[in-house]
């Protein structure tokens, strides 16, 4: 149902990460899996420490595009960070859904810092039966 558009994305995506934190001109990748469940294909993408207003899912013709933003948690001034390795920044995913796919009524649900997408799967998609009318005698051509 998905269709890859880049060979090199899991190479982008690592070296993303070694570069530092997404913007919104140049997102990082986010991580997802994707599968089809009964008749609908399901797209489950990791945003953990996002909140459900900061995500954006976008849909025009067939690229789904879900934009995410980790902003920094308020400290306080006497506040000296000691660590910090929880990447901040803009999270960014493209994918290219197939025209078997019904991007009309796309469900989403966000929770645990997983956002899951369910995309129907178009009716003209779906298997189904032809029947075969009999035919009514033999035909002549004339002319």
């Known amino acids: 149902m998905l269709m890859r558009t880049d060979p090199f994305r899991e190479l982008d995506r690592m070296a993303q990460q070694l ?3 997404g913007t919104w001109s140049k997102p990082s990748v986010m991580p997802m ?4 469940e009964g008749d609908e294909y399901v797209v489950a993408f990791d945003v953990p420490g996002v909140t459900a207003d900061a995500i954006d899912i976008d849909v025009e013709r067939n690229m789904l595009t879900v934009k995410a933003e980790r902003r920094p948690t308020a400290k306080a001034d006497n506040v000296k960070m000691e660590l910090s390795e929880r990447p901040l920044g803009v999270f960014s995913r493209q994918i290219m859904l197939a025209d078997t796919l019904d991007t009309e009524r796309i469900q989403a649900d966000y929770e645990a810092g997983v956002l899951t997408l369910r995309i129907p799967i178009a009716e003209r998609a ?3 039966k032809v029947s075969i009318g009999a035919g009514s005698g033999r035909k002549e051509i004339s002319g």
């Open 126 to 128: 779906k298997p189904r």
């Open 33 to 36: 899996d994707a599968y089809r």
């Open 19 to 21: 570069v530092g934190p």
